[in-house]
RNA sequence: GGCUGGGUGGCAGAAUGGUUAUGCAGCGGAUUGCAAAUCCGUAGAAGCCGGUUCGAUUCCGACCCCAGCCUCCA
């Protein structure tokens, strides 16, 4: 049983999708206009590790996550790099995949581009046109927030209470000042497709509802996104889905995972103090990455600063440090961790319990049952996305030194503390460390060594 | 002005109407040629004021403070 915290209602509920067996889920994706930060990467961790939860529960689970490659930031990126749209595009799309590889999230099922559904999209406006849910204004189609009497309902807002226009002005075309595009014309230069309303584009919000529909029909079991999409975007998915749909509502299970900040300072594009995952990845590897967004509960604020990374590292280090010595065995998946994603999923809770199978594998002088616990500990970590390299070759793989010299200087050192030249063994540890290499001495007489950690 | 979260030990961060969170950092010990790692032990906590209760960090109310949203954002 899972329990979901639901943003329609804001309470936690009972998981039920609508089919028995089947689950669909649409995550909103990102818009390809610059380098994935790490605000893009929250919610994919987040919901890569709701997407392997709801596998282990339900036998189909469909996962759509978008690619928004129409948007104006997409022109204006384009224009100031003098290059081709396409060409801007391709590169961010190949950027985000690349970060998503490195952070361990699995592809969805599917990821539509918006400008391969481009019939989709106007279909859906002619319909609302149609049923006078829009209507059409200096060559721009507005979707008519007074038709929708929910309208407001998931961010539970009314907005004769909003101050409208509060940072943009209002379209003098608009009747309503909360009414919001759904077309809009194309200059010549300005990439543009044909429609009954003239050459041009879709507005923001409509193409997630058309390509939800699309993949998972008019009713999703889940939608998830960042918390600063609940209003509008969130809001205008459901005015937009619902109208065209007969009434029949978007989605029943509405996520939202909580944004981010630097030494408590919002991150974001205004205060231009994002981090980009490409640059994360310079000094850190994917998988400490993924676990310090999994240290903090996906819908509380996180702060990302030096330190949640360091903390991050040496934790998984210590987990790692507990695999050393026991490769992979066929074991079974730890309840504990189970029930603390179940509910809610409490990836910090579920982090406890790897830890505690670490701290018994350690305490453990049992081989058999050691054995067992690091199995378990392991298949803790696949729920997760975590802990699946090879303990070994984790430990030495950042460093940067060569790997025979580094054999060399260790095999040399086992050599003089054999012949009990201490002083010769702590000079070759000297050097070792110099090369950012620590070794540990087991009590057999050999030795285990690792880059240093931190 | 409207709306939404939140304030837990040095840091991060959960659960919970009474009992050890966990990890990192600290302190003491074991171990070690010395270390490291590891193990054992240990200290340290709930913004403030009321209320409910035999008992509140946990429930209720007021206040203070922090953060976010009100059509750029994941």
């Known amino acids: 049983m899972i329990k979901l915290f639901n943003t329609l209602g804001h309470r936690k509920q009972i998981f039920r999708p609508q089919h028995p067996e089947r689950v669909t889920m649409y995550v909103c994706g990102p818009t390809v206009y610059s380098w994935p930060h790490v605000g893009n990467a929250r919610p994919a961790v987040v919901f890569d590790v709701l997407y392997r939860l709801l596998c282990h529960f339900y036998p189909q689970v469909t996962y759509v996550r978008n690619i928004t490659d129409v948007d104006d930031k997409i022109n204006a990126a384009a224009e100031r790099a003098q290059l081709d749209i396409d060409v801007i595009t391709r590169r961010y799309i190949d950027s985000y995949h690349a970060d998503m590889r490195a952070l361990g999230v699995a592809p969805p099922t599917h990821e539509p581009r918006v400008t391969a559904h481009m019939e989709e999209i106007i279909a859906m406006v002619q319909r609302l046109v149609a049923s006078e849910h829009a209507y059409v204004a200096a060559a721009h189609v507005l979707f008519s927030v007074d038709s929708f009497p929910e309208y407001g309902r998931l961010s539970s807002r009314r907005h004769a209470d909003q101050r409208a226009g509060a940072r943009v002005e209002v379209a003098p075309f608009k009747r309503n000042p909360a009414d919001f595009v759904l077309w809009k014309p194309s200059t010549a230069e300005q990439p543009g497709w044909d429609s009954p309303w003239g050459r041009g584009r879709p507005g923001w919000h409509i193409e997630c509802s058309a390509l939800a529909m699309l993949h998972l029909g008019e009713t999703l079991d889940i939608h998830g996104g960042g918390q600063d999409l609940v209003f509008p975007h969130h809001e205008n998915e459901i005015a937009q889905s619902v109208c065209a749909h007969g009434g029949r509502p978007l989605c029943n299970y509405w996520l939202h995972n909580g944004l981010l900040r630097q030494h408590n300072e919002k991150m974001s594009k205004s205060t ?24 903090t509960h996906y819908r509380s604020p996180l702060d990302w600063n030096d330190d949640t990374l360091l903390t991050a590292r040496r934790n998984l280090d210590r987990l790692y440090g507990a695999l050393r010595g026991h490769p992979p065995v066929a074991a079974e998946q730890p309840v504990a961790v189970l029930e603390a994603l179940a509910d809610d999923l409490n990836t910090p809770l579920a982090l406890t319990r790897l830890h505690e199978l670490a701290r018994r594998l350690k305490r453990s002088t049992d081989a058999a049952k050691q054995r067992h616990l690091a199995g378990t500990l392991r298949q803790g970590g696949v729920l997760l996305g975590l ?12 460093s940067t030194a060569d790997p025979e010299q580094v054999q060399q200087l260790v095999a040399d050192r086992d050599a003089a503390r054999r012949a009990r030249d ?21 009590p057999d007489g050999s030795s285990q060594w690792s880059r240093h950690s931190g």
């Open 272 to 295: 231009g103090n994002m981090r980009l995952l490409r640059d994360e990845l310079q000094c850190h590897d994917g998988e400490t990455l993924r676990y310090a967004f999994m240290a």
């Open 387 to 398: 802990l699946q390299q090879d303990a070994e070759q984790r430990a030495a793989m950042p």
């Open 422 to 442: 201490f002083a010769a063994a702590d000079q070759l540890r000297d050097c070792l460390a110099d090369l950012g290499i620590a070794v540990q001495d087991l």
